[in-house]
């Protein structure tokens, strides 16, 4: 069975870095997709940065582009996402995904459906 164990995250000021890690066990297949996403309090989970295990493609919502960035581990099978310059609306749950569907296209790897296994979550709040 597959899990995804999320470590990182906390408690910043404004302007702060913090980085947070997946890592994917039990996955029987060396090609799939990986993705970042968030919820804040009554919103929708929203897709925030995504790659494939294999490298390539990186992919990114407008709110954190030139802010975020998803990148491979030196571990297999893991995934950071290290956050700057974090603002008050970065504030949410951090959820570590993977779709073993196929390769996504960039549209569809900031969308929850195709992703079909999910970590625990991770808070992330931003505030002065």
């Known amino acids: 069975q597959v899990q995804l164990v999320e470590s990182g995250g906390g408690s910043v000021q404004p302007g702060g870095s913090l980085r947070l890690s997946c890592t994917a066990s039990?996955?029987?297949?060396?090609?799939?997709?990986i993705g970042w996403f968030r919820q804040a309090p009554g919103k929708e989970r929203e897709g925030v940065a995504a790659?494939?295990?294999?490298?390539?493609?990186?992919y990114y919502a407008d709110s954190v582009k030139g802010r975020f960035a998803i990148s491979h581990g030196n571990a297999k099978n893991t995934v950071h996402l290290q956050m700057n310059s974090l603002k008050p609306e970065d504030t949410a749950m951090y959820y570590c995904?993977?779709?073993?569907?196929?390769?996504?296209?960039?549209?569809?790897?900031?969308?929850?459906?195709?992703?079909?296994?999910w970590g625990q979550g991770n808070q992330v709040t931003v505030s002065s």
């Open positions: 039990g996955v029987t297949t060396d090609d799939y997709n």
């Open positions: 790659t494939y295990s294999t490298g390539g493609s990186l």
């Open positions: 995904a993977a779709a073993t569907t196929g390769r996504l296209t960039a549209i569809q790897s900031l969308h929850t459906r195709p992703y079909n296994y």
